[in-house]
């Protein structure tokens, strides 16, 4: 199917009004400005070897002009697909907008996708040219390629391993940059770039994201340029950042919120953007970068937690008194903040050693110049967002899909209650359907299901509401509160209807417990299946002189079990008593994104586990 067909299917096209940021609308036009605004100020920095190399404004442009115009030779035409399958660095970005300005339609494979997942992306977008980080993702793209008939190129980022490597089709980054820089001395060749970028219209497909496949094969969501420049213009109603602040991208960017965090959003605040070397030095880079903005989901934040815990137990006395004591002077101010109260003053002794203690607390994890720390895609636990304000940072919940560019509401600074993923964004529309559904309309609202008409007329109706399947409830200041998928609700043989997610974020709160799910769908009480934290609960054991030979046997001890028994039975008494866990079982395997059971976002498949672990499941309902 074509890209006119896709974009005829868009039942928003004929009565969405038009917006704009900064007189533009299109995102092309907006990163056009602001190069030239900013042409010598830094856009991005990327830690190369251990050290930080910056990258201009200026140079950012020259390079995604670079890249658009040897794609632009290579023949590729507006509304053809281009696809990068490579871990968050500059590149990434080049490639993005380089397609943004000629109208190309661009795509992300997350990096630990299989071949099969590779080639159903590839395929599904039709991608003509396959941008791909190293030798470990060329192999994947060239086992698929057979399959994938309009794809013409792969570009290879990195040369290590494939010295005297050789294949018509096949090129190297480096190669194909300095083509397109050859171009651009050509003032025909720069003019068509211009030419492009002024040929995008606010309808247009800017990109596809993919969903991360929950339920299925993930459905390429067609994003248009409207939907962007739209989250571009109240950017910063939510997000309190200057130009020239400091981000960290860590999280996908083939996933909305980086795509949005690291790309786009710049564009509207003049963020610095911050690429770690790799995946596992973020927490270090964190430290080093001391960045003013972070989103990311709870399970991160919870890491942060986890370290944090891990760290206290190793100090000395003097340092734990001083912690445990700024944590209990602040209690009564906390719970009085979440409660809308106004705080009590605390005296000079008591803030001096708050500020010694969680002051360093923030330092520790570099969260000391923090301005906007934001959160979603997932239920928070209460007792983080308490822990957050205890050490200074105010942790605000927001709620946003792929289909919706990003946040649709979010809670606004110094508002932070717990249970509320916050108030409508501007220009946002956000009501209740049938089963508490929630159903948000805007002009950040996508355009449809790429290739799928019949999943589009599904997620949006004929008035151009998106239902969301989630449900959820909206309070009388506006606060929206979600309770679950409206798929995921169990309901007992009992009939009592339960939201699972609730009790597994209280759960996995417990620094010894990674994830959970909770079972009991038409049965007559509810258990869960728990994945432990592999650190805090070696840590544990090696503290116990507990014996155990690999991580499966550690799941197996007696004191692991114990452990768990008793952080299951501290949260019980926080919920009525039809939604307490009767039973559980550890999953005695370290699940990673290339297992089925999760998703590359990290997100449990519920029917994978329910599948996969009958058996085991079944142990703990013997009648």
Known sequence: MNLAMNVAMNPLTVSTPQ?????????????????????????????????????????????????????RALGLQRGEGVCVLCENRPEWLYVDMAAQCLGLV???????????????????????????????????????????????????????????????????????????????????????????????????????????????????????????????????????????????????????????????????????????????????????????????????????????????????????WAYDAARRAQSPDIEARLRGQATSSAGPLQRLLQWVALRNIRIFLGLQNIKTALTGAAPVPPDLVRWYLGTGIELREGFGMTETTGFATAVPAGQVRLGSAGVRAPGTEVRLGAEQEILVRGPHVFGGYWNLPEKTREALDEEGWLHTGDCGEIDAQGHLCIRDRIKDI????????????????????????????????????????????????????????????????????????????????????QLARVEQVKDFRIIGELLTAEDEELTPTMKLKRKVIARKYAALIDTMYPD
Not at 29 to 35: A, D, G, L, Y
């Open 106 to 320: 661009g795509n992300g494979i997350y990096p630990t996708s299989s071949p099969g997942q590779v080639h159903h992306i590839l395929a599904d977008s039709g991608a003509r040219v396959l941008f791909v980080e190293n030798q470990e993702q060329l192999e994947k793209a060239l086992a698929v390629r057979a399959e994938c008939p309009a794809l013409v190129r792969i570009v290879v980022l990195d040369r290590e391993g494939l010295r005297g490597f050789s294949d018509p089709d096949v090129e190297f980054f480096d190669d194909f940059l300095a083509r397109g820089q050859a171009l651009a001395q050509d003032a025909a060749q720069a003019q068509a770039f211009e030419q492009g970028i002024a040929a995008g219209q606010p309808g247009d497909v800017a990109f596809l994201v993919y969903t991360s496949g929950t339920t299925g094969q993930p459905k390429g969501a067609m994003i248009l340029n409207r939907n962007v420049v739209f989250q571009l213009s109240v950017a910063g109603d939510y997000i309190g950042t200057a130009p020239g602040d400091k981000s960290v991208s860590f999280l996908p960017l083939c996933h909305i919120a980086e795509r949005m965090g690291s790309v786009y959003n710049p564009l509207a605040l003049g963020l610095i953007v911050h690429f770690p070397e790799n995946a596992g030095t973020v927490f270090n880079d964190l430290r080093e970068v001391a960045p003013h903005l972070v989103f990311a989901p709870p399970r991160f934040w919870e890491k942060m937690y986890s370290q944090v815990d891990l760290f206290m137990r190793d100090a000395i006395a003097p340092a734990r």
């Open 490 to 573: 169990l309901i007992t043989s009992g009939g009592k209807n339960i939201t699972p997610s609730h009790i597994e974020s209280l759960l996995k709160f417990s620094p010894y417990i990674t994830d959970a799910v909770v079972i009991g769908d038409g049965r007559r009480y509810l258990t869960c299946l728990v994945m432990i934290d592999q650190e805090h609960v070696a840590r544990y054991a090696q503290e116990r002189q507990v014996p155990y030979s690999d991580f499966a046997s550690l799941t197996r001890t007696s004191e692991v079990v114990g452990l768990i028994r008793a952080e299951i039975e501290r949260i019980n008494p």
């Open 19 to 71: 917006v704009d940021f900064l007189g533009e609308t299109t995102p092309a036009r907006v990163f056009r400005r602001r190069c030239q605004e900013w042409a010598s100020q830094p856009a991005m920095r990327r830690k190369h070897r251990g050290l930080w190399q910056t990258v201009t404004w200026a140079q950012y442009y020259d390079h995604a002009r670079a890249v658009a115009l040897a794609l």
